[in-house]
């Protein structure tokens, strides 16, 4: 399968600060990444889907002028925590998939800690 | 995209087959099965996928019945890394969403 990889796995910030996490496909083009937000003993969720080229389609109740996502090229995301509070504190993991077909392949994910 | 059941966890001894479950009984005709597993910790891991018809990888096989409103994922010779949470995932194959539910916590016993 398709390898997807995330960067950094930690993040611990303090409380205000803004963190930038990377998805990488290291062995294919991804038109299409996906942003999942997962909390402790909770299911994923789906926070946004991210176009190369184009702008970010974000789920209900996600806010994207807090979660900025860049998807620059056709092997790169990034998501943007900005003013990171505590309540912000999960694992974020990103997912890809060859265009316009499946399945999706999921990065390792990232666990961002804000004090 | 459909909504699926799943038991809430399930045992399972080192070695054995590891049937997994799962009701999807208002899945459409366009919709497929997909499975993942998530170990603790890390991202989700694709397992397989199918329509109708049974499917088999080198992880897993899928037996899909024949009103296909319900699956089940067999792991053939369960070992003690397959602990995880597998989850029952319907939707259009052209559709981007993977609706994660609560899944299955497998745990293989020695």
């Known amino acids: 399968g398709a390898v997807v990889s995330q960067h950094p796995s930690w993040v611990?910030?303090?409380?205000?600060?803004?963190?930038?996490?990377?998805?990488?496909?290291?062995?294919?083009?991804?038109?299409?990444?996906?942003?999942?937000?997962?909390?402790?003993?909770?299911?994923?969720?789906?926070?946004?889907?991210?176009?190369?080229?184009?702008?970010?389609?974000?789920?209900?109740?996600?806010?994207k002028d807090k979660f900025l996502i860049n998807h620059a090229s056709l092997t790169l995301s990034t998501l943007t925590v900005t003013s990171a509070h505590p309540e912000d504190s999960s694992f974020y993991i990103c997912s890809a998939r060859y265009p316009g077909t499946d399945p999706q392949y999921f990065g390792p994910g990232t666990r961002l800690l804000v004090l | 995209d459909a909504k699926t059941t799943q038991p809430t966890s399930m045992d399972c001894a080192e070695g054995r087959a590891a049937n997994l479950p799962c009701n999807h009984s208002t899945i459409s005709g366009n919709e497929y099965v997909y499975w993942y597993r998530q170990i603790h910790s890390q991202g989700p891991q694709y397992i397989i996928h199918g329509l109708k018809n049974n499917e088999t990888n080198e992880m897993?096989?899928?037996?899909?019945?024949?009103?296909?409103?319900?699956?089940?994922?067999?792991?053939?010779?369960?070992?003690?890394?397959?602990?995880?949470?597998?989850?029952?995932?319907?939707?259009?194959?052209?559709?981007?969403?993977?609706?994660?539910?609560e899944g299955t916590q497998l745990t293989v016993n020695p």
Not at chain 1, 38 to 61: D, I, R, V
Not at chain 2, 64 to 92: F, G, M, Q
């Open chain 1, 12 to 63: 611990i910030c303090k409380s205000g600060t803004s963190v930038k996490i990377e998805c990488r496909s290291l062995d294919f083009q991804a038109t299409t990444m996906f942003w999942y937000r997962q909390f402790p003993k909770q299911s994923l969720m789906l926070m946004a889907t991210s176009n190369e080229g184009s702008k970010a389609t974000y789920e209900q109740g996600v806010e």
């Open chain 2, 60 to 101: 897993a096989s899928l037996i899909i019945t024949e009103d296909r409103k319900s699956s089940t994922l067999i792991l053939p010779h369960a070992t003690l890394r397959d602990t995880a949470v597998y989850y029952c995932i319907v939707r259009e194959t052209s559709g981007s969403r993977l609706t994660f539910g």
